[in-house]
């Protein structure tokens, strides 16, 4: 009767374990950067192929283990295993079976993520630029109404229609990755890699560079807006018109004090810093701080080389009130 209420509890303990496992495991197969997640063809793609590779692996994990049980009872009950047919079976038929399923999945075409005919058109797709600085993603609309806009940190891209980015460095390797939209794709200094990628409807999907590129690579974290089609030119014309009020007196401060590396036009491209024209619409600042009010903005502006160690970027030398002016104006971006 112990034994049997021994092998009860063993079995409602080893149930509750499994259940454990199950429910981690499918907590595991959501969030921001699951691959599991997927919000475009060839997220689904990635994902469904990752499924695959799962199942194939299961079912060799449980056959090793039934091949090694196998083997222990015929030794306990003092058979003997067949060394010709484990080498058989193990060492032939079994890796050729692995090597040709794997070859052939490899095979399968999937959504090609890359497209060398990437230049756009009135009909083509949407097209934008990423470039990887240390450690920030720029934003570039070439094909933006009224010319070219530049932004920073966020990004904005039409559902549901097929997307062209292209990946640029400006220093040392990154990689441009949004995981729940498709594959990731190597910014190169000196060279264009081009990535096709779509969102089935419109959200906001978190990025993150997947190649090591220093101190602050964690920090490289970047947002791709995703808006319906219909709504993209009246989004980019938003974005055009957001910019900080020149009337206001910080605005000379701005220049003085930021201008050599940062505009505050989204139609002009200064120095080594990103665009702060709509700063004050993004949802963080450097990857590393929550931004939602001036007082965050401060907090950056004065000890972000603390924040962000390894940031090459300049404190903001001005006393306090040429700051409360700086803020003020970059603040006024806010709708």
């Given at each position: 009767m112990i034994l049997r209420r021994g092998s009860l509890a063993t079995?409602?303990?080893?149930?509750?374990?499994?259940?454990?496992?199950v429910a981690a495991g499918l907590a595991a197969?959501?969030?921001?950067?699951?691959?599991?997640?997927?919000?475009g063809e060839a997220a689904a793609w990635v994902a469904g192929l990752w499924w695959v590779m799962f199942g194939v692996g299961t079912v060799i994990l449980f056959g090793i283990m039934a091949t090694a049980l196998y083997a222990l009872r015929r030794e306990r009950r003092g058979g003997a295993v067949s060394e010709v047919a484990m080498l058989a079976g193990g060492g032939i038929v079994f890796p050729a079976v692995t090597l040709l399923v794997l070859m052939v999945?490899?095979?399968?075409?999937?959504?090609?993520?890359?497209?060398a005919d990437a230049t756009a058109n009135a009909s083509g797709p949407f097209r934008i630029r990423a470039q990887g600085h240390q450690f920030w993603w720029e934003f570039i609309y070439p094909d933006a109404p009224g010319g070219p806009l530049y932004?920073?940190?966020?990004?904005?891209?039409p559902a549901a229609v097929p997307v062209v980015v292209e990946i640029v460095s400006e220093d040392v390797i990154h990689s441009f990755w949004v995981p729940r939209l498709g594959g990731k794709l190597d910014a190169i200094p000196g060279r264009v890699n081009l990535l096709r990628l779509s969102a089935d409807r419109p959200g906001r999907y978190a990025g993150q560079c997947a190649e090591f590129c220093g101190t602050q690579h964690l920090?490289?974290?970047f947002v791709v807006e995703a808006v319906a089609a219909e709504d993209i030119d009246a989004r980019l014309a938003r974005l055009a018109a957001t910019m900080?009020?020149?009337?206001?007196?910080?605005?000379e401060d701005f220049a003085i004090h930021c201008g050599g590396c940062h505009s505050a036009d989204p139609r002009t491209r200064?120095?080594?810093?990103?665009?702060l024209a709509a700063v004050a619409t993004r949802s963080?600042?450097?990857?590393?701080l929550s931004y939602g009010l001036a007082d965050d903005l401060r907090h950056w502006l004065t000890t972000h080389r603390t924040l962000k160690p390894g940031s090459t970027k300049p404190e903001v030398v001005a006393d306090e009130a040429a700051l409360d002016r700086i803020i003020a104006y970059l603040e006024s971006a806010r709708p």
């Open positions: 079995r409602r303990g080893c149930r509750a374990f499994g259940a454990v496992l197969c959501s969030g921001p950067l699951s691959t599991l997640d997927p919000a999945g490899s095979m399968v075409q999937g959504p090609d993520p890359v497209t932004g920073a940190a966020e990004a904005v891209i920090a490289m974290r900080p009020d020149a009337t206001l007196p910080g605005a200064r120095g080594s810093g990103p665009n963080s600042l450097g990857g590393v």
